[in-house]
């Protein structure tokens, strides 16, 4: 069974790169991994298996 995170993304003024690879790798350490990134980058949506 999967489960399923949606993370809203702020994109600020400075160092967006930076600070969305920290969130992605923040949410990779903890076994999620990207399924999509909208259009207009708001929403990330992560996935992993639940009985991991």
Do not use: P
């Amino acid at each position: 069974m999967k489960e399923y995170k949606v993370v809203s993304w702020k994109i600020g003024l400075s160092k967006n790169d930076q600070r969305l690879e920290d969130v992605l790798n923040k949410y990779a350490k903890q076994g999620w991994r990207v399924i999509h990134i909208a259009e207009n980058h708001t929403r990330i949506v992560f996935e992993r298996d639940k009985n991991r």
